[in-house]
Antibody
Framework: EVQLVESGGGLVQPGGSLRLSCAAS????????MTWVRQAPGKGLEWVSA????????YYTDSVKGRFTISRDNSKNMLSLQMNSLRAEDTAVYYC??????????????WGQGTLVTVSS | DIQMTQSPSTLSASVGDRVTITCRAS??????LAWYQQKPGKAPKLLIY???SLESGVPSRFSGSGSGTEFTLTISSLQPDDFATYYC?????????FGQGTKLEIK
C-alpha cells in the first residue's frame, strides 16, 4: 500500500523559510515522479512543483519560482520542498502526491494527508 | 497556462440522482484529464484518469467522458458517501492546473 507522510509544516513569519518533507513507502520511489500541491484555507487545489523520478527535471508554478526548491533523495525515499521568502499567500495545506509515471505528463494517483504551513507575523 | 473551468460551482442533489459535472479547458488537452474527489479535512482521491479510465477500487457509478476541451464527470446514482467536492485537473503540460472545484451538496 502506498503511503506518503508529510512533515515540517508550522507557523513562520513573512520572509522566513521552511522545509517540508514527504516520506514515501509501499512503492518503488525511484521509479515515479513526485509533486507538491497546496490548498489555501477554504480554497481549491493549486499545483506547486514537480520532480522527475531521477530528480533531473524540476518544474514550478510561476508564483513560487525562485523561492521554492523541490528535491528528492531516492536512497531514503524522501521528497522535500525548501520554501524561502515566504509570503502570507503561501499559507496552505501542502500535499505531496505520487505521479503516475516517471516523467513527462502524469496525474497524481496517491496523496499524503497534508501538512499546514501558516505564514503570519 | 491552460485554464480549467468547472461548472457548476455548487450542485444540490438527492441520493439516487444522476449528476453531471462539466470541465472545460482553455485549449485542447486531448484526453489528459483527471478527476479527484475531496472530502472536508481529507486529501484528494483520484477517481478518473485519461478522461474516462476508472481508477482501481472506484465504484462503477462514476464515469468520465470527453476529449479536446470539454469533459464531464457523471455519477449515475448518488450515494451518501459521494457528497464531496470534485476537481478536474489537466496534465497536458508541465504546468498542471486544476479546476476551481464543484461542491456536491445534499438537497
Amino acid at each position: 500500500e502506498v503511503q506518503l507522510v508529510e512533515s515540517g509544516g508550522g507557523l513562520v513569519q513573512p520572509g522566513g523559510s521552511l522545509r517540508l518533507s514527504c516520506a514515501a513507502s509501499g512503492f518503488t520511489f525511484s521509479s515515479y515522479a513526485m509533486t507538491w500541491v497546496r490548498q489555501a484555507p477554504g480554497k481549491g487545489l493549486e499545483w506547486v512543483s514537480a520532480i522527475s523520478s531521477s530528480g533531473g527535471n524540476t518544474y514550478y508554478t510561476d508564483s513560487v519560482k525562485g523561492r521554492f526548491t523541490i528535491s528528492r533523495d531516492n536512497s531514503k525515499n524522501m521528497l522535500s520542498l525548501q520554501m524561502n521568502s515566504l509570503r502570507a499567500e503561501d499559507t496552505a495545506v501542502y500535499y505531496c502526491a505520487k505521479g503516475s509515471s516517471s516523467s513527462g505528463w502524469y496525474y497524481f494517483d496517491s496523496w499524503g494527508q497534508g501538512t499546514l504551513v501558516t505564514v503570519s507575523s | 497556462d491552460i485554464q480549467m473551468t468547472q461548472s457548476p460551482s455548487t450542485l444540490s442533489a438527492s441520493v439516487g440522482d444522476r449528476v453531471t459535472i462539466t470541465c472545460r479547458a482553455s485549449q485542447t488537452i486531448s484526453n489528459w484529464l483527471a478527476w479527484y474527489q475531496q472530502k472536508p479535512g481529507k486529501a484528494p482521491k483520484l477517481l478518473i484518469y485519461k478522461a474516462s479510465s476508472l481508477e482501481s477500487g472506484v465504484p462503477s457509478r462514476f464515469s468520465g467522458s470527453g476529449s479536446g476541451t470539454e469533459f464531464t464527470l457523471t455519477i449515475s446514482s448518488l450515494q451518501p458517501d459521494d457528497f464531496a467536492t470534485y476537481y478536474c485537473q489537466q496534465y497536458n503540460s508541465y504546468l498542471y492546473t486544476f479546476g476551481q472545484g464543484t461542491k456536491l451538496e445534499i438537497k
